[in-house]
């Protein structure tokens, strides 16, 4: 759909039109063809990305990680612009590319594309929703906590015990990973 859009709202007639309100009457083929794909990024990198970032990618991620709905607004001023740069290093040159193959085969390399970028829109989509900063702070008090519970005496105990069985290791991982647990249900 929006390939049909991009196609219909910069055909041969606008982009001429456009290309002669800045002054350029006589373009060339090239000229006209460049200027029609850089019109094409162009919108799609500052309307479009914007619009479905800040209102579907952005808002959907952080309802679906639990955040109230009041947490929407700084998550889209939090990542938006991230997104953006993110977009535009990856998708200027495969939409180059895109925007210059016939129409029908469009969709089908932008899906191929698409399956990169879904990869790095995770990350963003993990991250709304989370306190600024919480994923810091549950990393910096892993060793703390693992030294803290290491010091229970039950603890203590069975660190001995494990000792003598050469697998102190492992305890020291899973109570690690206990205290890292329970640092993530404290902050939600």
């Not at 859009?5 to 910069?10: N, T």
């Not at 929703?129 to 910096?140: F, K, L, Q, S």
Request: hydrophobic share 45%; proline share 3%.
């Amino acid at each position: 759909a929006w390939y049909d859009l991009a196609d219909h709202l910069f055909d041969s007639n606008n982009v001429e039109f456009i290309l002669q309100t800045v002054g350029i009457t006589e373009a060339s083929d090239l000229v006209r063809n460049v200027a029609r794909t850089g019109m094409l990024m162009l919108t799609e990198q500052f309307v479009t990305c914007p619009i479905l970032y800040g209102l579907w990618e952005i808002p959907v991620s952080t309802l679906l990680n639990g955040a109230p709905p009041s947490r929407i607004q700084y998550e889209i001023k939090d990542k938006l612009g991230d997104m953006l740069i993110e977009n535009a290093k990856v998708w200027t040159l495969v939409n180059i590319i895109i925007y210059n193959a016939p129409l029908q085969y469009r969709t089908g390399m932008a899906n191929i594309m698409d399956i990169i970028w879904q990869s790095i829109v995770s990350d963003f989509a993990a991250d709304c929703g989370t306190p600024e900063g919480v994923e810091e702070d549950v990393d910096a008090g892993f060793e703390e906590g693992l030294v803290v519970a290491m010091q229970d005496e039950s603890l203590e105990h069975v660190g001995n015990k494990a000792m003598m069985n050469g697998s102190e290791e492992k305890l020291k991982i899973n109570t690690a990973k206990d205290v890292v647990e329970r640092q993530r249900v404290l902050v939600r």
